[in-house]
């Protein structure tokens, strides 16, 4: 069941019902702006991954700003974004069975539409459907190169995968998917940037294999928010598909710039607020938000501008905020900004996004593709 809206424009942030997913317009806009200028400045492109907003009216602030599509990983996100004017859209995964090819390829009479492939069998499937959909696909050959998911091997197994699908009626080889994404949380700089190198090397040298059989790669695509600056200084890549730099997380921001220190250049800008439910006990306040409000695979939320106070664990519907000796406990009904260690599932978690600026909602959007597993 559809959420109500947990606030209306002109409230406050303090008559926001709870647990609630705020933006931060103005650290939000800035990331937007710092992302656009360094891509630009780099000589790359930017398909920004709407797996983190799941939102058209983001995905069209991000293209406005000079991105050319949006990235997706399920069929339903696709359709969001699709149906919200979105017109250029790469589902950078597999997509395998008829009746989510069938939706792929209907899509692809309203946008641009690109997908992934690692098998021979897959390619025949996705072709079959923009055949009897009467569109064309564009398709990537995905190759692993590190994450050990998804994708074939660099080298000839890629080439022969691409020579399949440019050869294959109601297709045409889009290029190369090339994501290694547990790069993206290693700490330190000098172990992401080796990293990296090894994956551009990889891409680098199946890119030519492709061009000595005679094909280009429109899109060599990859990267994410904890890499992007060494894709797009490889000179191999010509998208960059970061998606979390838009809210920025307290898992990403644990990264490590070259002196050491926690990685800057995007601010928080993704909170669930929640309200103090109990003080009951010493030292301890209670807070709405749990797990069905926020996600902690990639560890508990930060509490905002509170020092003294941490978000010590989550049961379904209470978080329990340990509060330091010597601090203040929170007041009953006080209203707490949370950051999410992980933006993606956090946001999957709510129907709507609360704008907020100056302390006053500016704007309410759909959260349109949540629940998007399919």
């Known amino acids: ?125 996705i072709g079959e459907a923009a055949v009897a959909a009467g569109v064309e696909l564009a398709v990537l050959v995905e190759i692993d190169v590190g994450a050990g998911r998804c994708g074939v091997a660099p080298g000839p197994e890629a080439v022969a995968l691409a020579q399949q699908i440019a050869a294959t ?94 990685v800057s250049g995007f601010r928080h800008a993704l909170f669930v607020l929640a309200t103090v439910m109990s003080v009951a006990r010493p030292g301890v306040a209670v807070v709405d938000a749990g797990h069905k409000a926020v996600a902690v695979d990639s560890g508990l939320p930060l509490v905002w501008n509170r020092p003294g106070l941490s978000y010590a664990g989550a049961s379904d519907e209470h978080g329990k905020l340990d509060v330091a000796q010597g601090v203040s406990v929170p007041r009953l009904g006080e209203k707490l900004r949370l950051v999410p260690g992980h933006c993606d599932p956090t946001v999957d978690r709510h129907d709507w996004y609360v704008g907020v600026r100056n302390g006053r909602v500016e704007s309410v959007w759909p959260v349109a593709a949540r629940g998007g597993m399919s």
């Open 169 to 262: 009626p109601g297709l045409r080889f889009g290029g190369l998917q090339a994501y290694h994404g547990s790069a993206q949380h290693v700490r330190s700089h000098a172990a992401r940037a080796a990293e990296i190198a090894g994956v551009s090397e990889q891409t680098r040298r199946t890119v030519e294999q492709l061009r000595q059989v005679g094909l280009d790669c429109p899109i060599v695509g990859g990267a994410g928010t904890g890499s992007f600056e060494f894709e797009a200084a490889s000179g191999v890549f010509t998208e960059i598909q970061a998606g979390s730099y838009c809210f920025m997380d307290a898992d990403y921001a644990r990264n490590l710039d070259a002196d050491g220190r926690p």
């Open 1 to 125: 069941m559809l959420q109500v809206p947990p606030a209306q424009p002109g409230m406050t942030e303090d008559e926001i019902d709870t647990p609630a997913l705020v933006i931060d317009l103005d650290a939000f806009e800035a990331n937007l702006d710092t992302m656009a200028a360094y891509v630009l400045g780099a000589g790359v492109k930017l398909r920004a991954h709407a797996k983190t907003h799941k939102s058209p009216v983001i995905a069209r602030l991000q293209m406005a700003r000079g991105a050319v599509g949006q990235c997706v990983q399920k069929v339903a996100e696709a359709e969001a974004l699709a149906w919200g004017g979105v017109s250029d859209i790469l589902v950078s995964n597999e997509v395998v069975g008829p009746s989510k090819l069938a939706r792929l390829a209907a899509l692809a009479r309203i946008a641009r539409i690109g997908v992934c492939a690692d098998d021979p069998a897959q390619v025949v499937a």
